[in-house]
């Protein structure tokens, strides 16, 4: 006997995208501890949303550039196909509600521009180093940034592999102490997007083969924006005056227009 | 403002260490649906663990249900502990972090009320892991006032006394109305200003006849070391402890708001339980014998607990639990109108049923209208037709092959059959059957479905006799010889050419049954076995990457080298029918002297039914705990 799935392909009404933040102790979620997270609050929230065809249908939901494990955001993004009108805000607000507190919905936009990834060229990640003054992160730094080659090695799923980090870092800096405060060193990163991607740990890897940081304990990483590099409109200044656009500005403006 | 050190949260000296460990997320709570309390509002505050890793642990229904009961009442505060991986253990001794709730973050130790749900005795060295980082004496006597009380749950606390020194408690049966009478007790006790300390707490417990509490018995052994009695040490303590027994499920349609985990754990669903207890009579089965009589809930009891549920949780996949679950009065009802409720929806249901007959095909079918039919499991648990006779399952190989086709015929790909190895007075020969019905499976089956690529999966446990059970008696196989015939077994599936193919053969080795072995029916002697074998680093024994045959060993013989027993006496041996067994004086409401008739009919081959369909045949549950069956009247929706 010869079954067949039951559902024809429905394409989604329409798309939205989605900014969102991992905060405090939600960072040590993995992204698959996300998925299910998001997964259940979308049903919980009521989301008309629309799915894949076949025998296990899932939600049409597509996902880019997650933070790893242990990392916070500010500036996650993913991209929901529904099944029928909804409004952006209201959508917003029932899904961050639905969600548990610490991955806490930012915005939505609904999606009318193509090519929403490859808008994510660079992220720019804050790392605290508690404990390291920031004169020695800064030397750190700038060893790291005197040499055109800083290969790291990471434990991937089939072994180990070596990534060079170096041309990966588009610009980077470290904030200066406060006074009376105890030592903690931020360092604000910009990394490009590239396959394999380059993380705030090969950094951290980096600092310590070329220039022997050990941070005492472990970072706290952050990652503060993702968007195109060199976009002026509504972007950002970061060390070295560089640029980074706001990726859902394009869909925003679309809709507004 | 002044923050109580011993109850603040750990979680900032925590949050530095979980960069460092394997899967942080579970260590850091947040789930959908847990309950935060006022700590200082609350005038008894509990913690429950379940002594295993947060994945087995956190989906675990008894430690939800009674988190929610408790939770729900005023001035009562209760958070969630589980066993933390020895990554994380070695982390939290360096820098001085003791076992925490994921709840707020608190030390156990700050709680009044440790309490631990132990669905498998493989978790009493994780019990002590949590103790030591609690910093809570290991040893009950060692406790002060200002340490919890630390109170046993579950199935495995029908035989407390293994871990008799470790606990002050232990609970027997349903925990719901439990939890609730310990929690007066203990109000009442504290509005009076703790009079008498710890040791008058406990014995307001036990008074009430609310929990056992081992140090108020003292047991004595004959010179050959079997126990001569065991005797209250005082006069207001009963001489045997009963069970407890929750009569109307529907009253109790907990969890209302199931926790959803961020963390992936081994139950990726909801779950309503739709009905607890079991009369089937399988003589290996504790479960079934120690939480008669059977008690269903309404059909519209579970239909709202199910919607409530998914409403609560947004989980796509809800189990409908119990130990049987085809054998509910009104599953074919309950079945069809679920599936029609939630038919078009990305919601599916699963009828945890290991049932082995057509109608539990049929209603397989009907919970997976439109989805893929990939496996059916079975547990016809004896391979030949005399073993199935000796634990009295009573289902024939006719039964069974019949089944399998309907299941194949339906468009089902795999079928699951479970079986035991080291049943009482099984042979090599019993075993050896399991293979020829695994390939006369794939034989029908491809007949029946027409198709080659059906496959049978053939998984086998070792067989641990349980207190409470007819088989309480019995020798334990020893493990060289369960290994020796599941190798057997494997040989002739591998060496069949024209089915061996299609037969998968899952098993594991039985060292680790033995010392389960000696933990189910083990006295307080064991008690120094345990401790010797955590002092070695015995953790998590439930996982096979950590568990040590060797280290128990050695602790077994270290620890009892000055008694007249052993490993073997407590396993291998077969009791007789006038020895004390270390439980008999805690009541799960079976009558001994029925059991001790249903093991010589075990011995004989002869059979019982289930007294659902029959008249009944005096276990002694009904009569001892003035209960009584409840199965819902024929054709009534309610």
Redesign the interface.
């Known amino acids: 006997m010869s079954r067949q799935p039951p559902r024809e392909h429905v394409p989604p009404v329409q798309r939205f995208r989605i900014r969102y933040a991992k905060r405090g102790r939600l960072r040590f979620a993995s992204h698959r501890d996300f998925q299910r997270a998001l997964e259940r609050a979308l049903r919980r929230a009521g989301v008309p949303m629309a799915y894949s065809a076949g025998f296990t249908p899932h939600p049409k939901i597509s996902y880019a550039n997650a933070a790893p494990t242990g990392t916070a955001s500010e500036a996650e993004y993913l991209e929901i196909g529904v099944a029928a009108e909804c409004d952006a805000e209201d959508l917003r607000e029932r899904i961050d509600a639905a969600l548990p507190q610490g991955f806490d919905v930012l915005e939505v936009v609904r999606a009318s521009t193509p090519d929403f990834a490859a808008r994510l060229q660079a992220s720019r990640w804050r790392i605290e180093l508690p404990d390291v003054p920031a004169h020695e992160a800064q030397e750190a730094l700038d060893a790291l940034l005197a040499t055109s080659s800083a290969p790291v090695e990471r434990l991937v799923k089939d072994g180990r592999r070596t990534i060079d980090v170096r041309p990966a870092i588009l610009a980077a800096g470290v904030a200066s102490e406060r006074p009376g405060q105890p030592p903690c060193a931020i360092l604000t990163v910009v990394v490009q997007t590239v396959t394999p991607s380059v993380r705030p740990d090969d950094i951290l890897a980096a600092l310590r083969s070329v220039a022997g940081l050990i941070p005492p304990v472990p970072a706290q990483v952050t990652r503060e924006m993702q968007g195109p590099v060199g976009v002026a409109d509504s972007a950002t200044q970061v060390p070295e005056g560089f640029l980074l656009g706001d990726p859902l500005a394009a869909d925003r403006e679309a809709d507004q227009t | 403002m002044t923050v109580d050190i011993a109850s603040a949260s750990v979680?900032p000296r925590l949050?530095?260490l979980?960069?460092?460990v394997q899967?942080?997320?579970q260590?850091?709570?947040?789930?959908?649906n847990a309950v935060r309390v006022d700590w200082d509002a609350a005038e008894v505050r509990w913690v429950l663990m379940y002594p295993d890793a947060y994945e087995v642990g956190a989906p675990n229904q008894g430690v939800q249900i009674l988190y929610e009961v408790l939770n729900e009442q005023d001035g009562v505060l209760c958070e969630r502990t589980y066993a933390v991986w020895p990554d994380l253990e070695a982390l939290m001794r360096e820098h001085d972090v003791p076992q925490f709730t994921v709840d707020s973050h608190r030390p156990v130790g700050a709680f009044d009320v440790l309490g631990v749900s132990f669905s498998t005795e493989l978790g009493y060295t994780n019990l002590l892991t949590a103790l030591d980082l609690g910093r809570i004496p290991l040893l009950a006597a060692d406790r002060g006032d200002d340490h919890p009380l630390v109170i046993a749950g579950g199935h495995a606390a029908f035989n407390p006394e293994p871990i008799a020194d470790f606990l002050d408690a232990a609970v027997l049966g349903d925990g719901e109305e439990a939890v609730l009478r310990i929690t007066d007790i203990l109000r009442g006790w504290k509005a009076e200003g703790c009079p008498g300390g710890r040791a008058e707490s406990l014995r307001r417990l036990a008074a009430a006849g609310v929990a056992y509490v081992p140090a108020f018995y003292d047991v004595e052994y004959l010179p050959d070391g079997r126990i001569r009695r065991v005797v209250p040490l005082r006069d207001d303590i009963p001489w045997r402890v009963a069970k407890h027994t929750l009569m109307d499920l529907d009253e109790w349609p907990y969890p209302k708001a199931p926790l959803?985990p961020?963390?992936?754990t081994v139950h990726?669903r909801m779950s309503v339980e739709i009905f607890r207890g079991c009369t089937r009579g399988c003589r290996f089965c504790q479960a079934g014998m120690i939480t008669r009589p059977v008690r269903e809930r309404s059909r519209s009891g579970v239909e709202s607990m199910v919607a409530r549920g998914?409403?609560?949780?947004?989980?796509?996949e809800v189990g409908l639990l119990s130990l049987s679950s085809a054998d509910h009065s009104q599953i074919a009802e309950l079945t069809t109108s679920l599936a029609d409720c939630y038919e078009g929806s990305?919601t599916s249901l699963s009828l945890p049923s290991t049932r082995v007959d057509a109608f539990n095909v049929d209603l397989a079918n009907e919970l997976s209208r439109?989805?893929?039919?990939s496996g059916l499991t079975f547990a016809p648990e004896g391979g030949s037709e005399r073993m199935r006779k000796v634990i009295n399952k009573q289902v024939t190989e006719e039964d069974l092959i019949r089944t399998v086709a309907t299941a194949y015929?339906?468009?089902w790909r795999q079928v699951k059959l479970y079986f035991m190895c080291g049943l009482p007075t099984e042979t090599d020969e019993d075993v050896l059957q399991i293979a020829r019905l695994a390939r006369e499976v794939i034989r029908v089956g491809r007949e029946a479905?027409g198709r080659r690529d059906i496959r049978c999966t053939v998984s086998i446990g070792g067989f641990v006799p349980k207190p409470h059970t007819p088989f309480q008696w019995a020798g334990q196989l020893d493990h060289e010889t369960t290994d020796r015939r599941l190798a057997a077994l494997r040989d002739a599936i591998r060496a069949d050419r024209e089915y061996g193919k299609a037969i998968g053969l899952r098993y594991h080795d039985g060292k680790p049954g033995t010392i389960e072995g000696l933990l189910s029916r083990g006295d307080r002697r064991v008690g120094r076995v345990i401790l010797e074998a955590w002092r070695r680093g015995a953790r998590f024994d439930g996982w096979s990457e950590h568990f040590d045959f060797g280290r128990w060993g050695q602790a077994a013989n270290d620890a009892l080298a000055d008694e007249p027993v052993d490993l073997d006496w407590y396993t291998t041996r077969e009791r007789h029918h006038a020895e004390v067994l270390p439980w008999d004086h805690l009541d799960s409401g079976l009558d001994r002297e029925w059991l001790w008739e249903d093991w010589q009919d075990a011995l004989d081959e002869g059979g019982v039914e289930d007294c659902r369909w029959t008249p009944c045949f005096d276990c002694g549950v009904c009569d001892q705990l003035g209960t009584h069956i409840q199965v819902a009247a024929p054709g009534s929706g309610a």
């Open positions: 979680f949050e530095r979980l960069p460092l899967k942080p997320i260590y850091v709570g947040g789930e959908v959803v961020l963390a992936e990726e998914l409403q609560a949780t947004g989980y796509e990305q439109n989805g893929r039919r015929a339906a468009g479905s």
